[in-house]
């Protein structure tokens, strides 16, 4: 099983609908994050948690919202998707104090209509 | 704020020969670690290299190598005896030593292999 397992893996939505991806870990670490991918703009920082009370906005935070439920859970929302919120989308952990390799999901395709 | 680039949109390599991946970046820090990623069609991101900034020996893992240099902001990637499983983006990233930094990654290099 994988160490980073993200739900759903691809899903098809309307505009205007909320969606909820969701992440899992098995490797203990403390920090988690959720990233976003677009073609030629590699991966870009939504939203990241060093600890379970610690909740902080990346780079493109807006239309986006957390939760971690967890050590080992973290979800995102779209509270109203949008079109040009179609991305592929990636959960990562890492471990604090290490050189602070990711270690990233199998990532979520989400396609808003 | 850190920035990297990556001005080779779309590389290719004849298999078994070798391929270098540009990545340059832009920081005021002198600590800082480099990575590159590679992402095949699976879309699963995998570490193929990492390279601390304090280390002037530049990193290898098997046919993977970089040439890191640090006054020049430069981290390329060397692939050498290239194979077909070596087809896909590759991205270059940046993270600061400082706590609580990000990482940043540059844009991605599409990498096919013809056989």
């Known amino acids: 099983d994988a160490d980073v397992t993200q739900t759903p893996r691809n899903r098809i939505t309307k505009t205007g609908k909320r969606i909820m991806l969701e992440c899992s870990q098995t490797?203990?670490?403390?920090?988690m994050y959720w990233y976003r991918q677009d073609p030629g703009l590699g991966l870009r920082l939504i939203y990241y948690?060093?600890?379970?009370?610690?909740?902080n906005k990346g780079e493109i935070s807006d239309g986006y919202s957390v939760s971690r439920q967890a050590q080992a859970k973290f979800s995102l929302s779209l509270e109203s998707a949008i079109p040009n919120q179609t991305a592929l989308y990636f959960c990562a952990t890492s471990k604090a104090g290490d050189t602070g390799e990711l270690f990233f999901g199998e990532g979520s395709r989400l396609t808003v209509l | 704020a850190q920035t990297v680039t990556q001005s080779q949109p779309e590389m290719s390599v004849q298999e078994a020969e070798t391929v270098t991946l540009s990545c340059t970046y832009d920081t005021s820090e002198s600590d800082y670690y480099l990575f590159w990623y590679k992402q095949p069609p699976s879309r699963q991101m995998i570490l193929v290299i990492r390279q601390e900034a304090y280390k002037q020996q530049n990193a290898t893992e098997n046919r993977f190598s970089v040439n890191f240099q640090k006054a020049a902001k430069s981290f390329s990637l060397k692939i050498s005896d290239s194979q077909l499983g070596d087809a896909a983006m590759y991205f270059c990233?940046?993270?600061?030593?400082?706590?609580?930094?990000?990482?940043?990654f540059g844009p991605g290099t599409r990498l096919s292999v013809l056989p």
């Open positions: 490797k203990g670490h403390d920090r």
């Open positions: 990233a940046y993270r600061s030593a400082t706590v609580g930094q990000n990482f940043v």
């Open positions: 948690s060093f600890d379970v009370k610690d909740i």
